[in-house]
């Protein structure tokens, strides 16, 4: 005869150690947990100077071994060496992006090395700004080339071999959503351009193959890419619009990439999360 009533039931779950794996349907997890990347490898281009560097940093520190891509290899020596200070796994492989051919070596050398990958921060990026009149073909098609084409090749090199649960970030700009005050067409045209290529991968391989891409649009963060700048445009263009008053720093846009990177982020597919100071407010 059946006597024992559901909390019985449940007693005796617990005394097994069954009842938390069963209400959450998995070992526990806390929150922290979520962003946890051990076990998972990570590609990073770009990953020579400037963000990608940090990048780099901050995946290994969140416990993913990662694949190192750029065009100066000393560069990508000294990334590696901050990679593995974490004691975290990497590997340099001399990446030009705007080549499809590349970009599968770079991949297959990932699969070689590590039997998988799970992330994939598409950073690599030129900076442009050339008034629209006097910008050349040759000029224009050379940044489109990185920061789009490139972009595409690799996501499309990583698409065919991720597994359910992998990750797409592409590196977008504010300047793909607005303006500030550079004859910036090419760089603001490709960035935007990302957000298209964003959202359509993530409605093709979401679904199908359980692979989430996302994007970043960051505001103005200091680097290679920033040191170009004039100071006067910064103090007098940049600044004011920033509503927090100030460049960002790298760590605030790291916590963001490993949100999206992560079981953090297992809800999140399609979006372009601006981390930008309040710049889009203004
Ligand atoms: N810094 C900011 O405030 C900011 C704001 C918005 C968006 N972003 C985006 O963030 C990304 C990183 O920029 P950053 O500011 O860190 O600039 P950065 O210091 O100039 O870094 C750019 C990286 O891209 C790599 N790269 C350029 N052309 C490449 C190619 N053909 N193949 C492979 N790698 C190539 C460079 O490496 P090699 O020269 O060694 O190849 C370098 O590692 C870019 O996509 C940029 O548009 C930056």
């Not at 059946?2 to 209400?23: F, N």
């Not at 004039?230 to 490993?258: K, Q, S």
């Amino acid at each position: 005869m059946l006597t024992h009533s559901v909390d019985d039931a449940w007693a005796a779950i617990a005394t097994l150690g069954l009842a938390e794996k069963l209400s959450t349907g998995g070992p526990v997890m806390t929150i922290l947990d979520r962003f946890r990347l051990e076990d998972r490898v990570a590609i990073v281009t770009g990953a020579s100077s400037g963000l990608g560097v940090t990048f780099a940093t901050a995946l290994a520190e969140a416990g993913a071994d990662v694949v190192l891509a750029a065009r100066r290899e000393d560069r990508l020596a000294d990334t590696r060496n901050r990679v593995e200070e974490t004691g975290r796994r990497a590997i340099a492989v001399r990446t030009d992006v705007t080549r499809p051919e590349e970009c599968q070596a770079l991949v297959d050398a990932a699969m070689r090395a590590f039997d998988r990958v799970d992330v994939l921060v598409n950073n690599a990026g030129v900076g442009t700004a050339v008034p629209a009149v006097r910008e050349t073909p040759d000029q224009f098609r050379s940044v489109v080339d990185v920061n789009l084409n490139g972009c595409y090749w690799m996501a499309q090199a990583c698409g065919r071999i991720m597994q359910p649960g992998s990750s797409i970030i592409n590196i977008s700009s504010v300047l793909g959503l607005t303006t500030a005050g550079l004859p910036q067409a090419a760089y603001a045209a490709t960035k935007a351009g990302l957000i298209g290529l964003t959202r359509d991968l993530a409605q093709q391989w979401t679904g199908r193959r359980g692979i989430r891409v996302n994007a970043l649009a960051p505001g103005c963060f200091e680097s290679g890419m920033t040191d170009q700048f004039d100071e006067n445009y910064v103090r007098h263009t940049v600044i004011p619009r920033t509503l927090i008053g100030r460049l960002g720093h790298h760590e605030e846009l790291c916590t963001a990439l490993i949100f999206l990177a992560s079981d953090a982020g297992s809800y999140i597919t399609g979006i372009t999360l601006p981390v930008d100071g309040g710049i889009l407010a203004t």
